[in-house]
Structures are given as C-alpha cells and as structure tokens.
C-alpha cells in the first residue's frame, strides 16, 4: 500500500464514482518499491464489480492520462496480470507531498487509509455504504452508473430503466429490517440477477424430438 498513491488518487476530481473507486483500489494496491500489478479478479472483488466493469474504468482512466499499463507475461510465455503506472507527480497539487509517511506506524497507516476510502465512497454514493444500513427513501435514486452495470449484463436502455423505477417503487414501499441495506448497489446487482431469470425463457423439450422415447414405446 502507498499511502502517497491513495491520497492522490482521493485528490482526483472529476470522474464517476464507480471510475473512482476503481483508481481507488487500484492505488491501495499500489507499491512504491515493487509496482502496482494487481489481477482483474482481485480488483473486481474490492470494487464490488465484473471484471468487464473494472476494465472499462482502467481504460477510461488511461485515456485520461491517470495511469498507463504494461502486458506482462511470465517466464514460460504466458500471459499474467498487467503492470499498471500511476501518473501521481504529474498532478501539480501532489508534487508538494513529500516520502515522509514511512515514520507513520502501520496500524495508524492502516486505520488512516482505511478512513480516507471509506469516507470517500460514502461521499461520492450515499446509497452504496453505510455501516448500519440505510433505508430506501424517495430521495434515492438508481446511480447512471448502475443503470450502466444493468446493461453491461444485458438489459437493453428501456429494460434497465424500467427495472430502477421498480426497484426504486418496492423499495420504497418495503418495510420493516428487510428494508434496511448495508450495500444498495450489492442489492441492485442481485435485483438485476433475479429479473433477468424471470425473463429467461424456458426450454421447450419435445419428447418426439428424443430417439429414447420410440425405444420405449416399441
């Protein structure tokens, strides 16, 4: 972990939240004396999002200029996780910072950062973390970009808002501790999940169709 890299990445305005959390992460993987070089898997794991997610926001913060990749492969030629670049001293307002945050005890580090990110998340999506849950209210609304991950795995534009305003109309009206999350974006992935098996249309079998049913018969 560096901490340098994760308070420049908290510094970056100007993206979407998901984009964010993902360069987030990206940076609390970093090392300032080995490099940053974590797999897909591991980086949709801590960002609660596909792999296909979490490429789509490392290309969007390339193209910004925020990071820069490398391929990588191993010593037998197979491919391995890519090497990633963070593009820290090029942002004017961490050129001042200094390497002085080693003399921090880990523990402080560790409860710092973790501050820094948590605090952070919750500021760019209420909805998404809450350490003693939250309720859905009128005022929450279904986040673009989890209109995006709703489409991402299939759902045409008008299907997926049609699902918000679903979600949004139950969740409202849902009483009790059921109504209450501790992750509002976890709970849309799984609404997304369920709709798209309601939607799934079954297999017709037609028995003629199978040789075994003429054995049987004769």
């Not at 987030?24 to 940053?36: E, K, T, V």
């Not at 797999?39 to 949709?44: D, N, V, Y």
Request: hydrophobic share 35%; charged share 25%.
């Amino acid at each position: 972990m560096s901490f340098k890299a994760t308070s420049w990445a908290l510094t970056v305005k100007g993206l979407k939240p998901a984009t964010k959390i993902v360069l987030i992460y990206l940076a609390d993987r970093h090392n300032p004396d080995y490099g940053c070089f974590p797999s897909a898997a591991k980086l949709a794991q801590d960002c609660e999002m596909t792999e296909r997610s979490v490429f789509t926001h490392l290309a969007e913060l390339e193209r910004l200029g925020l990071i820069s990749k490398q391929h990588r492969t191993k010593a037998n030629g197979i491919k391995t996780s890519n090497e990633y670049t963070l593009h820290i001293d090029e942002n004017p307002d961490m050129k001042n910072l200094h390497n002085g945050y080693e003399n921090i005890s880990g523990s402080d580090m560790k409860n710092f950062h973790s501050n820094l990110v948590s605090n952070n998340l919750k500021k760019n999506n209420t909805n998404v973390l809450s350490k003693k849950g939250t309720r859905w209210t009128a005022k929450s609304n279904v986040e673009q970009e989890w209109i995006d991950w709703a489409i991402e795995q299939g759902l045409s534009k008008e299907a997926a808002r049609l699902e918000a305003d679903k979600f949004s109309d139950y969740w409202i009206a849902t009483t009790g501790t059921k109504a209450t999350k501790l992750n509002w974006f976890a709970t849309w992935r799984n609404w997304i999940r369920n709709a798209q098996k309601k939607t799934t249309p079954r297999k017709i079998v037609n028995i003629f169709d199978d040789p075994k049913y003429f054995r049987r018969a004769n």
